[in-house]
């Protein structure tokens, strides 16, 4: 196990780690890894643990999760063997509990035919889940039987759920995932003309898409069967080219899905097609972007291109016209896909071959952030297989939901508001698909006739067919805004003269400063935020641990929430483990200090704020209400000398070390005296941001109104 296992495995923080190393001695020695990450004995940390007191007991997951990243064979394949075990002990528990009763040697001896009879059954004969030879189990006995102890545990399809979600969380470069909210919509819209069979997505990956498709065949059948639920009827049909990919995907879908039809297969999908006669209901894709080398060299004459050979650079084109290919006739796919997409060049011939024969339905855009990569607004394309006694198409339907993006959160991606994304585009699809003569929504959705777009670049992006919505509201919204910045400027004035007004200050004046009378720096005697601790006066505490609960998560204050004066905007983590540490929650009266970056900033918690999860890179400061005013506290620790001898200069980034911040020691009426000031300035500081955003919106808004004519120039 490596330093980061041993911090999870203790609650400790990866510093932690490296102090113990340092400061004792009889810390286990590394026993591989390299020089900048060794890797340690699980059974010695353990005992050290316990031995400091340091770890009561290892949580079965932590145990089980140590012993996956610590085998001989790899992550990927002690992966592979886990989830093979967890089917077999959910699908033939008597032969588990036979094959248990046996020694380890007996156990991985006799365990590769029981395993290979159940992944057979389940995944059919050509199956991906190989290499689970006698030889390749013999060092997994341990890990056999703690993973049929968290199946017992937790259940064998949120045992593997668990594992897989680890693995891929400390793998994120080496997979492409479809998020949850994009597959659920690509699942939904292809629900909608027929219920879903037989599903098909020939780049598969990790299964995102196929586990969708399931969860709404689940849900049609709810609703169509009364409390016959199931999907007995289900096929799910997947392909991926990374072999270990592949056979992990098999697992999560047959685990999730034990009434289903599972066919996963391994392999180059455009050139070696592993499902060559299907023909399914519907095809989730969200394929590879800009590959070179997908085959137009060996493919040129294939007959899935029924649409026109896809140009070199223009690998989506032929995604395109595969999952076409596949479809039964009347068939919906639905394809994430990149932008440039519906606009490159190279590509217009075959988009207008595809509006011409009325295959090429939708084209819906999304936000930036759906799915990686994340900086681009990826774009839906909605697909029909023509025949199957439905006519062909003339019309095309576009529609922009980019504007359901809400403000950055911590991460730097945008939050989307998935079910006012959803709302959007489904009612938009199931209207157009049941009548082409859809009302149009200026800025949101159009339909289009085909041969409007037949010109030289056959463009079908959205944005570039919609018509402009009315600026801001039109210039009733305009006159809203402009008497609301009108009361906020007023209120602005108001506030400057409370809380601006400058009188001299209380205490001794320093000698040699100034005249006599004239008003000069008080002499304090002073204490620090330290010292306030050590003796209970306040209580501090770190921002950044902690996941998210299992009975919802509170929102996060960042301190991007903190610098801006906004509302909570970050998200939890998913609790990893059952011991994950509980996140700092902030009460009404807390003091919130950012630690990066050199401002003078201090906010104290009102009640809209109170509840949310203390973000990375703040402070909390919870001062005694008998002891300390919040408004006082606050406002001394923003005054710039204050800042300035308490920040430290490591590498490029400035850091405040907030033990050392100085404040007076005043008896708590003074400190409620200049409390009552300091919380003047804050309520005359939220103003002037105010109308900051109003000024601005205001601005945009006419600029917006002049050049689309909503808004006249006298």
């Avoid at 006799?110 to 389940?122: E, M």
């Amino acid at each position: 196990m490596t330093a980061a296992g041993i911090a999870r495995l203790a609650g400790v923080g990866r510093a932690a780690v490296s102090n113990w190393r340092r400061r004792h001695a009889d810390f286990p020695q590394p026993v591989g890894g390299t020089e900048t990450s060794p890797a340690f004995a699980l059974g010695e940390v353990e005992q050290w643990l316990r031995d400091q007191g340091k770890l009561a007991e290892v949580p079965l997951r932590e145990r089980v999760w140590q012993q996956l990243v610590g085998h001989p064979a790899g992550a990927a394949a002690a992966l592979r063997q886990a989830g093979a075990v967890l089917l077999l002990v959910r699908d033939r528990p008597a032969a588990w509990r036979q094959l248990r009763a046996a020694d380890d040697a007996e156990l991985t001896g006799a365990l590769p035919a029981a395993l290979d009879s159940v992944l057979t059954a389940r995944l059919g004969a050509r199956h991906p889940v190989q290499g689970l030879t006698p030889q390749a189990l013999a060092p997994s006995a341990a890990l056999v039987r703690a993973t049929a102890d968290l199946a017992a545990a937790d259940g064998a399809p949120q045992a593997y759920a668990f594992l897989l979600g680890r693995h891929l969380d400390a793998n994120p470069r080496h997979y492409t995932l479809t998020p949850p909210g994009p597959a659920a919509l690509m699942a939904e819209l292809a629900s909608l003309a027929s219920p879903l069979r037989t599903v098909l997505d020939p780049a598969c990956g990790t299964g995102g898409l196929l586990t969708a498709a399931r969860e709404r065949a689940a849900e049609e059948t709810g609703e169509q069967g009364g409390e016959q639920k199931g999907t007995a009827a289900l096929t799910l049909h997947g392909q991926e080219a990374d072999p270990d990919l592949a056979a992990l995907t098999a697992l999560r879908l047959a685990l999730l899905a034990p009434d289903a039809r599972v066919r996963v297969r391994a392999g180059d999908t455009l050139r070696a097609d592993a499902f060559p006669a299907a023909a399914a209901d519907a095809v989730l894709l969200h394929p590879p972007f800009n590959e070179r080398n997908w085959g137009h060299d060996e493919l040129a004459y294939d007959p899935r291109w029924e649409y026109g050979f896809p140009a070199r650079t223009e690998s989506e084109l032929a995604w395109v016209q595969h999952a076409l290919a596949r479809l039964r006739a009347g068939g919906t796919a639905v394809l994430l896909m990149p932008p440039a997409a519906a606009s490159r060049r190279s590509g217009r011939r075959i988009r207008a071959d595809l509006l011409r024969r009325g295959a090429l339905r939708a084209v819906i855009a999304l936000p930036a952030g759906a799915a990686p990569p994340n900086g681009v607004p990826l774009h839906l394309w909605v697909l029909r297989k023509p025949g199957g006694g439905a006519p062909a198409s003339p019309r095309l339907l576009v529609v922009d939901t980019a504007g359901l993006a809400t403000t950055p959160a911590t991460t730097g991606r945008d939050k989307i508001d998935w079910p006012a994304v959803r709302a959007v585009a489904v009612d938009a699809w199931r209207g157009f698909d049941r009548d082409d003569a859809l009302t149009q929504e200026p800025g949101v959705r159009r339909s289009l006739a085909a041969i409007d777009l037949l010109d030289d670049d056959v463009d079908l992006a959205p944005a570039r067919h919609l018509p402009p919505p009315a600026a801001a509201g039109g210039p009733a919204e305009l006159a809203r805004v402009r008497e609301e910045l009108a009361t906020t400027l007023a209120r602005t004035t108001a506030l400057a003269d409370t809380a601006t007004q400058a009188g001299p200050a209380d205490g001794t004046r320093r000698s040699g400063d100034g005249a006599a009378g004239e008003p000069g720096p008080a002499r304090w005697p002073l204490t620090t935020v330290g010292e306030l601790a050590r003796s209970g006066a306040l209580v501090m505490r770190a921002g950044g641990a902690g996941t998210a609960p299992p009975g919802g998560a509170p929102a996060v204050l960042t301190d991007h929430d903190v610098l801006g004066g906004d509302a909570p905007s970050g998200t939890l983590p998913e609790a990893a483990s059952a011991g994950a540490e509980e996140p700092v929650l902030v009460r009404a009266g807390d003091v919130v200090v950012p630690v990066l970056g050199g401002g003078a900033v201090a906010r104290v918690i009102d009640d809209a704020t109170a509840g949310a999860a203390l973000g990375r890179n703040l402070t909390l400061l919870r001062p005694a209400p008998a002891a300390v005013d919040p408004w006082f506290l606050a406002g001394f620790l923003r005054g710039t000398a204050n800042t300035r001898q308490a920040s430290s200069y490591a590498s490029t980034a400035t850091r405040l070390d907030v033990r050392r911040l100085q404040l007076p020691r005043l008896p708590l009426a003074d400190q409620a005296r200049y409390g009552r000031r300091f919380r003047d300035l804050a309520a005359f500081e939220e103003s002037l941001r105010h109308a900051a955003r109003l000024g601005g919106q205001l601005v945009q808004a006419l600029h917006d109104g002049l050049t689309d004519g909503s808004v006249a120039p006298e």
